[in-house]
Structure formats: structure tokens, C-alpha cells
């Protein structure tokens, strides 16, 4: 059993095309999986989706997730009861999770409080000693500023050490490094590093820098428009990547002279079609394309969603879900 | 570190405040008379009645005497010393006047947090009620509250602060509808926080700079709402020392050429009204 196991999740504004279809993911413990897209490619619905935060003008329209096999979302709930201490979040701006008016000694002390059930004094002890733990110096100092007054990569070394303060067993980092400069995003990858082999707990690494995958993440998957491409190990997926809209993200990264045809400005993903959500980019796009192309396993760990090569391998009893 | 480096930085320091308070004068030079104004005015409610006389001591052979060295304000048609009763009035027009702020600003956050953070049906209901209170002006509300709850200081500070609170209400609510969209509101309900402990501990206190700035010039317009209900004989009665009051008694003599008991008094008002209002028109110019 995976620690975390998301099956079949679609998501839709509520009487309106689905925007995330069909996405299934597994998350092992002491595993950390990057989730990868670009903007709007549904990476961060995702994450709220499990969180039990996806504002109140979306609906889940069918799947489930499960955390070391306790059900922690499914269709048409909208709130759903949290296992306290099963999955939180490193969000993407730390000044933004970060209340304004609290200190923060006092805000990593609440989740004690409140999660943990610590008296205050406790609590205070602690969440100065979570503060150190996470690399502040003079933490005792640092836990009675206020958000304003701390760097940006304080701010978000003080809500991993909430996060912490937490103990999940699924931690989801949204782009936790942007808008911090290079040399602190190393400190912080370290950290979080350091944080998944002490406890155990499992990472989803959203983010749409491959570096950061190919230095972080032991397992990637990849979005686009909302639908799962790809899923493989890190090594694979930069060396033998299957689908077409990975190979083209991989092809970025290479100079320009060397790239492939592809078609590079984004017309938009038209998320009413039934088909495949990258078929008006891809430049393999045939007839089979208009439908949804389940999800096709070459190996253990490597899934892609794509009908190519798919005549010779496709079984019915490797398909997620019959087309 | 040593005594004496200490004492070094210390001066340092307080040079640096001087300087930095300096600054503060002048950029917002209006915000500084208006605490001159207030500072004055705190200073005659505290201490000033330990140094005057008796407000209502009557002295018929000194009556309606105008002003002079020994009696500044004069005096009015019962020989009570002017300057005396407004001495005293200060107290009671500026606490009053705060008051009704404060209470009007503590009530009406915690409904307009409650109806914008938690939104729906009570939302909905809060909403229209302050739409019908704000629909009557508020000086006439406020006196027909009085009118119906009868006089009092207790119940003059009442009807007011209920005139006041719906803009205290939209204005939180206003604030609570943006901040329950920021991060930190999320990371709160991941922390397990209860929805009313997000609501009061997170997104109340950042809510609330709108508010205050509005308290500061809600506590000005009340000091006019008050005097004005004592001079048209609601509320606050005589022979109580209060600047509305006396302007009432005093509009009579005006008539008779005694320009003083209605003069001063009506003053009064109208700077401590002032340095309410320039303290909320810097702020409100300084709120981002």
C-alpha cells in the first residue's frame, strides 16, 4: 500500500468542463515525486484538492485519495474531515502563509497547540527549538519578529518548521523556492531533503523548474492541461521520457539551435474536448488523439498517457481505464 | 557590554527617536496638530477639574459678568463660571466621545468579520440590516434611540455608537472578504484551527486598520452628535456641565449680547471635533 494513492481525480467548476481529468498518482514514504507543468496545468489544484482547500467554486467530480490507506477525499465531498497530522503544505509565498499580525514564535506554536495538543509554554519551548532545528540563528530572537521583518527565505524556513511542527506524513511543497534567490533555494532543497529522511514522510514537489526535479525529486509525474502525461523516475524520465509533451519539455531545456520542431506558443487548452489535452501541440497528432488516452504502463514506475506506440503494447489489463 | 557603552548607545538611541519623531512631524503636520489638540484636551479631562471650582456652584450677584482675567470665559445667567463648566465638560465630551467610537469599532469588526469571513445567510442578514440602519442619517437615529431608551450619558453613548456601527460592520466586512482569500487563512485551517478561531485569531486582526482609521474620525463626528442631541434638550441634561448643553443655555443670552456662554463652549466642540478629524484624514490618507 502506497502512503498516498490519488485514483481517477477529476475536478470541474461546478457545471462546467472538467479541468483536471482523470489524474492518478502514489506517493511512497520517505519518497519525494515532483509534479510538473506549466502555469494552469493543474499542479497546484491538485494539491488543494487533497488538502480539502479548492475554492468553493470547484467540484470534484470523481476519484479518491487515500493516505496510508484512510480515505482523505472523494467525489462530491467538499470538505473533507482531515486526519489531523496526515498531509499539510509549504506554500508558494511564504510571506503569504504567514499571518501578518502573529508573531512568529507564536504561529508555529499554535500548530503545536492545536495539532499536538502542547500547553503554551510547551509550545513556546518548542516552536523555538523547531525554528533552530530549520537553520534561524538566534531563534529565540526570530521567534518574536513578525513576518515583515524577516527575509523571504526566513519567512519560508519558518513555515517549513510549521510544517514540521505538523508532522505529516505527506508534505506538499508548492514552488516553495520562487522568489528566493539561488544560493537560499539551495539551503531550502537541502533542508526539505533533510526533513524527508528524519521523518519519513512523503514530499509532493510541485514546481515548474526542472533543476529543482532533477535535484530534488526521486519520482516525477508530469501535467498538462490537466491531464496526467507522464510518470517515471527521475533518471527516466530525463533519459527516455515517452511522451511527446515530456519530450518537448525536455527539448527546452537544450540551446535553441539544437531543438526540435515544436509547436512553442500555447494556443490554450480547449477543455471541453474529450480528446487529448495536448493534441493541438503535438506533432504527432493523429485520428486516435480525439479520445482520452488512458494510461499505459511501459515498465514498474513508468506510466504515460498517449496512444503512441500503443498498438503493439496496449492491454486491456494494464489500461487504467478503458477508453 | 560595558556600562558606559551602554549609556553611549542609549543616548544614541534616543537621538535617533528624537530625530525620527521629528521626521514623523513633518510629514504629516496636520495628524500633529491634531494630537497637540487632543494631547490638550486629555490633559484639561484629567487633570483640569482638580484645579477649577464647582460646575453648578450658582452666584446670582455675578451673573452673565463677561470675560475678564479673573473669570476667562465669564460667567452665565445663574453666575456659574463658564470657564469652570467647560473645564469639567471636557472630561465627559472626550470619554464620551471615545467611547462611542470604541464600542462602535469593537462591535461592529466582530459582526463584519463574523459576516465576511463565514459569508451566506448571516451575511446576508447583517448586510440588509445595516442597509436599513444606514438608510435613516445617523444624528436622527441616534435621537430617536434616545428619545425611546430616555436620558442618560449611558444611553446617549448607546444610541450613537449604534448609528456608528454599521460602517464599522461593511467596512471589516469589506477587509475580512480579501484576507479570507490570502495563504495564511489556509495554512491556519491545515494547522486544524476551527473556523471561528480563523475567523477571530487570523483574519480579525488583519482586518481591522480600516476600522481604526475610521474610529478616529467616528470619535470626532460623535462629539458633534452628542452635543448636538444635549442642544436640543436630548440626552445629556442640564445643569450638567457639557458643551452642547451650555451652547443651549447660552444661545439665549447670545440675544441679550452675552456672546460668551455659547462661544466658548461651542469652540471646544469644534477643536476637539477637529483634532479627532485631522488625526483620521492623515490616516485615512495613509492607509494602503
Given amino acids: 500500500m502506497s502512503l498516498l494513492d490519488v485514483r481517477g481525480l477529476s475536478l470541474g467548476i461546478a457545471g462546467r468542463e472538467e479541468l483536471l481529468r482523470d489524474v492518478n498518482l502514489t506517493l511512497e514514504a520517505g519518497e519525494v515525486m515532483g509534479i510538473v507543468g506549466e502555469s494552469g496545468s493543474g499542479k497546484t489544484m491538485t494539491a488543494l484538492a487533497l488538502l480539502g482547500l479548492l475554492p468553493p467554486s470547484m467540484e470534484i467530480r470523481s476519484g479518491t485519495a487515500t493516505v496510508e490507506g484512510r480515505t482523505v477525499l472523494e467525489a462530491g465531498a467538499r470538505r473533507v474531515h482531515r486526519a489531523s497530522g496526515d498531509m499539510t503544505m509549504i506554500f508558494q509565498n511564504p510571506r503569504g502563509a504567514l499571518n501578518p499580525t502573529m508573531r512568529v514564535g507564536a504561529q508555529v506554536g499554535r500548530v503545536l497547540r492545536v495539532v499536538r495538543g502542547k500547553t503554551r509554554a510547551e509550545a513556546a519551548a518548542e516552536a523555538v527549538a523547531l525554528l533552530r532545528r530549520v537553520g534561524i540563528s538566534g531563534a529565540e530572537r526570530v521567534a518574536k519578529a513578525y513576518p515583515h521583518q524577516l527575509s523571504g527565505g526566513m519567512c519560508q524556513r519558518v513555515v517549513i518548521a510549521m510544517a514540521l511542527a505538523y508532522r505529516p506524513r505527506v508534505l506538499i511543497a508548492d514552488e516553495p523556492t520562487t522568489g528566493l534567490d539561488v544560493t537560499v533555494q539551495a539551503q531550502i532543497f537541502e533542508l526539505l531533503r533533510e526533513l524527508v529522511d528524519e521523518t519519513g514522510c512523503g514530499v509532493l514537489f510541485i514546481t515548474h523548474d526542472l533543476a529543482a526535479v532533477a535535484d530534488m525529486c526521486d519520482r516525477v509525474s508530469v501535467l498538462y492541461g490537466g491531464q496526467l502525461m507522464e510518470t517515471a523516475t527521475t533518471v527516466e524520465m530525463f533519459e527516455q521520457p515517452k511522451h511527446p509533451y515530456t519530450q518537448f519539455l525536455l527539448e527546452s531545456l537544450k540551446p535553441e539551435d539544437q531543438q526540435g520542431e515544436v509547436q512553442a506558443a500555447d494556443a490554450g487548452v480547449d477543455f471541453s474536448l474529450p480528446g487529448c489535452r495536448f493534441a493541438h501541440r503535438c506533432p504527432h497528432v493523429f485520428d486516435r488523439c480525439a479520445a482520452f488516452p488512458p494510461l499505459v504502463e511501459t515498465n514498474d514506475k513508468h506510466l504515460y498517457s498517449c496512444f503512441l506506440g500503443q498498438e503493439k503494447s496496449l492491454d486491456a489489463a494494464q489500461c487504467s481505464r478503458s477508453v | ?288
Fill in chain 2, 1 to 288: 557590554m560595558s556600562a558606559e557603552a551602554a549609556a553611549v548607545t542609549g543616548t544614541t538611541a534616543s537621538r535617533t527617536n528624537l530625530r525620527s519623531l521629528w521626521g514623523v512631524v513633518r510629514e504629516h503636520p496636520m495628524a500633529t496638530v491634531g494630537v497637540l489638540l487632543l494631547v490638550l484636551f486629555a490633559l484639561a479631562a484629567l487633570l483640569g477639574p482638580l484645579f477649577v471650582g464647582d460646575p453648578l456652584k450658582t452666584n446670582p450677584a455675578h451673573a452673565l459678568e463677561a470675560p475678564s482675567g479673573h473669570r476667562l470665559f465669564g460667567t452665565d445667567r445663574y453666575g456659574r463660571d463658564v470657564f469652570t463648566r467647560a473645564v469639567v465638560a471636557a472630561r465627559l465630551d472626550l470619554v464620551v466621545g471615545i467611547v462611542i467610537a470604541g464600542l462602535a469599532t469593537a462591535v461592529g469588526s466582530l459582526i463584519g468579520v463574523a459576516a465576511g469571513y463565514f459569508g451566506g445567510a448571516f451575511d446576508e442578514i447583517v448586510m440588509r440590516v445595516t442597509d436599513i440602519v444606514l438608510a435613516f442619517p445617523g444624528f436622527v437615529l441616534a435621537l430617536i434611540l434616545v428619545a425611546v431608551l430616555g436620558d442618560s450619558v449611558p444611553n446617549v453613548v448607546v444610541a450613537v455608537a449604534i448609528a456608528y456601527t454599521p460602517y464599522f460592520i461593511r467596512l471589516t466586512r469589506a477587509r475580512a472578504l480579501a484576507e479570507r482569500e490570502r495563504e495564511y487563512v489556509d495554512a491556519a485551517a491545515l494547522a486544524g484551527n476551527r473556523r471561528w478561531q480563523i475567523a477571530y485569531r487570523h483574519v480579525l486582526p488583519n482586518s481591522l486598520s480600516p476600522a481604526f482609521t475610521q474610529a478616529a474620525l467616528v470619535a470626532g463626528w460623535a462629539v458633534l452628535d452628542v452635543a448636538g442631541l444635549a442642544f436640543l434638550g436630548i440626552g445629556i441634561q442640564p445643569p450638567r456641565a457639557e458643551w452642547g448643553v451650555m451652547v443651549a443655555e447660552g444661545a439665549n443670552d447670545f440675544l441679550t449680547g452675552a456672546w460668551w456662554t455659547a462661544l466658548f463652549p461651542g469652540a471646544l466642540i469644534v477643536l476637539l471635533a477637529m483634532g479627532f478629524q485631522l488625526i483620521g484624514d492623515d490616516l485615512q490618507g495613509g492607509e494602503k
